[in-house]
């Protein structure tokens, strides 16, 4: 079994929205950090955003403000809103689960999905 899958992307044009969802194969109640990341062609992935357990989160300068980031535990899933997109947002995005919090520290697992493909156009 795939432990991350991705879905939801798709073509939007320049300005509209589209949600992200990161499916898990197993709980993710005891992951420290879920995350996204993209990765456009010929370009370095680059981290999104980030969700702890304890539902902080972080984002990558270039799209505050536009993204929302978020996990549901009960139903092992986390999600990208996504909105004002721009053609520089095109890319495929990644899910990642980091490591599995346990009473000594924490457990990396580095988990990564497929990716779900994003294409904006202008």
């Known amino acids: 079994q795939v432990p991350l899958v991705e879905s939801g992307g798709g073509l939007v044009q320049s300005g509209g929205s589209l949600r992200l969802s990161c499916a898990a194969f197993?709980?993710?109640?005891?992951?420290?950090?879920m995350a996204w990341y993209r990765q456009a062609p010929g370009q370095q992935r680059e981290l999104v955003a980030t969700?702890?357990?304890?539902?902080?989160?972080t984002y990558a300068n270039s799209v505050r403000g536009r993204f929302a980031i978020s996990r549901d535990n009960a139903n092992r899933k986390v999600y990208l809103q996504m909105n004002s997109l721009r053609p520089e947002d095109s890319a495929v995005y990644y899910c990642?689960?980091?490591?599995?919090?346990?009473?000594?520290?924490?457990?990396?697992?580095?988990?990564w999905g497929q990716g779900t493909l994003v294409t904006v156009s202008s």
């Open positions: 197993r709980s993710i109640n005891s992951i420290r950090t």
């Open positions: 969700v702890a357990s304890s539902g902080s989160t």
């Open positions: 990642h689960a980091d490591c599995v919090q346990i009473i000594e520290g924490c457990n990396p697992v580095d988990l």
